[in-house]
């Protein structure tokens, strides 16, 4: 039968993201999968993927096959998706969950650009009401003119209308072209996130299919360039930057016939699916990666998307707001009049005008000097990888006895269904029969 462990739903006990990263390496593998299958094609560590795909079987009446070698492969039925999902609540609310988080930045960027918006008015605002005390109201009206005319200037009301529009960001995307004004004003100030989010999965997932695309076997040299290297090439004798590879994919330092330190990945070695025909390495290592990225490259930083008129806009519009600031912190201090009602009001929130007006520019400028010294290290990690990856393109002799050796090393099994010899999904006793008479049948050979 299928496996079971009681009423418990175990795929919620997983991290969202391994259970995720699992179930499309299940899927991508056709739903008959070893652990290393998944550890390898996930990015995932092999002890996750094992705790994964057991919680995943146990959910949606998954069973396991064993093959003549006592390997261990998880097959998963077609609806398992929809069996998980009727059986976990947590994964009925995810969606749910992203949306509200999707819901809770667009607040965030609303209320950062509003801010911005609030504080000219109050500010300008509040320097009309004070000049009008000692003005006529002819002048005042004529003050107030002018500065509706400049406020139109820097803020388009179309942008507001967007701005606004709760399916403004799925339009966004779908635009794919200049930013609105407010939208400028977010991302000069806090920039445009990480524009490496996601991508230490994707180095996994490179390693773990590089891995298994060799048979398993491979010497330090090859992983460089998807690490982080942090010794020069000079000294070859210092490999310990492949341990976290080591601990994660469970391999193990293995000597060859010359004295070379090769690394074995025993978990990487058993496939349930793929080919064990071994490729003839023929002494150019870039005709072997063809089908994946020679070496990790990160992304750099952008100080902003925005274009360069975008932000002279959005410039101009904090230096309107931060000279507003200081001159209305001249006229407060000068002020004739006892302060009631609306200037109370901002009198009080004051402070909080000037926070924001000088962090408009302190926030980009902090900013600025943290992306240059980022972009500064990415820079000098992406030459590395590519050092390395070009040592390989043209091996020396020494370096490429070391590949031919991984190689011979090398060794894929395939586990085809005529290789199993027990199964949880059919009559055990069935299977005791089989297993006799195959233990028969071997033992006469």
């Known amino acids: ?181 407010i939208e400028s004003v977010f991302s000069f100030v806090f920039g445009d996130g990480d524009p490496n989010e996601g991508t230490e999965e994707e180095r996994w997932q490179m390693i773990g299919r590089y891995i298994t695309s060799r048979g398993g076997v491979v010497a330090a040299d090859e992983l460089a360039p998807y690490l982080d290297v942090p010794s020069s090439k000079s000294d070859t004798s210092d490999e310990s930057y492949i341990l976290p590879v080591l601990l994660r994919f469970d391999g193990q330092p293995e000597l060859d016939e010359e004295g070379n330190i090769l690394y074995r990945f025993p978990s990487l070695q058993r496939t349930a699916s793929g080919s064990s025909r071994k490729k003839e390495y023929v002494g150019k290592w870039f005709d072997w990666v063809a089908d994946m990225e020679k070496f990790f490259k990160e992304r750099k930083w952008q100080f902003s998307k925005t274009s360069s008129s975008e932000r002279a806009m959005v410039v101009g519009l904090g230096a309107v707001n931060l000279f507003g600031v200081i001159v209305l912190n001249a006229m407060l201090k000068e002020m004739a009049v006892t302060p009631s009602g609306f200037l109370t009001f901002v009198k009080n929130i004051y402070p909080l005008l000037q926070v924001y007006a000088g962090s408009f520019f302190a926030i980009p400028l902090v900013r600025w000097f943290s992306v240059k010294r980022k972009n500064d290290q990415i820079e000098n990690r992406n030459k590395a990888r590519l050092q390395f990856a070009r040592a390989l393109e043209s091996p020396d002799i020494a370096l490429r006895r070391k590949l031919l050796s991984a190689r011979d090393m090398a060794q894929n099994t395939v586990i085809g269904k005529e290789r199993i010899v027990y199964s949880t999904d059919r009559d055990m006793l069935e299977q005791d029969y089989e297993a006799d008479e195959w233990d028969r049948r071997f033992r006469e050979v």
């Open 1 to 181: 039968g299928a496996i079971k462990l009681g009423g418990l739903v175990e795929s919620d006990k997983l991290p969202t993201d391994v259970r995720k990263r699992a179930m499309e390496a299940v899927d991508e593998c056709g739903r008959r999968v070893t652990v290393g299958d998944v550890a390898s094609r996930a990015g995932l560590k092999v002890t996750e993927a094992q705790k994964a795909l057991q919680a995943i079987a146990a959910d949606t009446d998954g069973f396991l096959e064993v093959s003549d070698e006592g390997d261990v492969l998880y097959v998963f039925p077609r609806d398992y998706r929809s069996k998980l999902a009727t059986k976990s609540l947590r994964i009925q609310i995810e969606p749910f969950l992203e949306k509200a988080k999707g819901a809770v930045d667009y607040l965030t960027r609303v209320s950062f650009g509003t801010a911005l918006i609030a504080s000219i008015v109050i500010v300008y605002t509040t320097i009309i009401v004070l000049l009008s005390s000692r003005s006529e109201d002819d002048n005042r009206q004529r003050r107030g003119r002018g500065y509706d005319s400049g406020f139109n200037f820097f803020i388009n009301p179309v942008d507001l209308f967007w701005y606004w529009d709760p399916n403004y960001y799925s339009r966004r995307r779908a635009r794919e072209g200049k930013m609105n004004f």
